[in-house]
């Protein structure tokens, strides 16, 4: 199975907010990351945040780590129609250079 | 200032032949991953090069894939006799320096591989 794992889907409405889960399993993972993926497009970095850290903010974006329970979580303010994509979650363990990621999770936002 | 740009942007080849995946990373940028997106999976790590160098290609089947980035020229993935579970989307992304830290990797927009 995936190491990362996320829901699959999210359907939100224009003006809430949005959140997407992430768990992973390794613990000795130091950098924890948002990608967006637009459709027919790359993945674009939204934020990223340190293992050491457990919150971190960005205009309409906030990341929580609690790395007990090894879980992430990504929340988009006043959701626009503009964020419907998908969303990645992505670690980076250790020194490694490798980035491991989830299966993604398709935020749909309705008017 | 361009990003990592991948071409072609789609490919259709039929099982045997042969695909050839070209990546162009961002100016600056001497280190290059290639990731496979599979439906409905996340992007897996398949190689990492630098310049006529590759450095860990631990993600790569073993056999009829291959990758090079060669001193002049963009980084191509090779993959020989195509099946049709190679059908998938195929990253390239680029760093300035090994990302140890956090460098950044910048993803292009993909190959998209189908085998019919």
């Known amino acids: 199975g995936e190491d990362v794992e996320q829901s699959l889907f999210l359907s939100v409405r224009e003006g809430d907010s949005s959140v997407i889960n992430c768990t992973y399993t390794?613990?000795?993972?130091?950098?924890l990351y948002w990608y967006k993926q637009e459709p027919g497009a790359g993945l674009q970095l939204l934020t990223y945040?340190?293992?050491?850290?457990d919150m971190k903010q960005d205009q309409r974006l906030t990341v929580l780590l609690n790395k007990k329970d090894k879980h992430l979580s990504l929340r988009i303010a006043d959701t626009q129609t503009g964020d419907s994509a998908i969303y990645f979650c992505?670690?980076?363990?250790?020194?490694?250079?490798?980035?491991?990621f989830g299966a993604g999770t398709t935020v749909t936002v309705r008017a | 200032n361009a990003g990592v740009m991948q071409n072609p942007r789609h490919l259709v080849r039929r099982r045997g032949q042969e695909a050839r995946l070209r990546c162009s990373p961002m100016?600056?940028?001497?280190?290059v991953y290639w990731y496979r997106q599979l439906p409905e999976e996340g992007l897996k790590f398949m190689v990492y090069?630098?310049?006529?160098?590759?450095?860990?290609e631990s993600g790569m089947p073993k056999e009829r894939f291959s990758a090079e980035f060669p001193k002049e020229g963009p980084s191509i993935l090779r993959i020989q006799q195509v099946v049709r579970g190679d059908s998938a989307a195929y990253f390239c992304?680029?760093?300035?320096?090994?990302?140890?830290?956090?460098?950044?990797?910048?993803f292009g927009p993909g190959t998209r591989l189908t085998v019919l």
């Open positions: 090069l630098q310049k006529e160098n590759i450095i860990d």
């Open positions: 100016k600056g940028h001497s280190h």
């Open positions: 992505a670690e980076k363990r250790g020194s490694d250079y490798k980035l491991s």
């Open positions: 992304a680029s760093s300035q320096t090994r990302t140890s830290g956090n460098n950044e990797q910048f």
């Open positions: 390794d613990s000795s993972s130091t950098y």
């Open positions: 945040i340190f293992s050491n850290m």
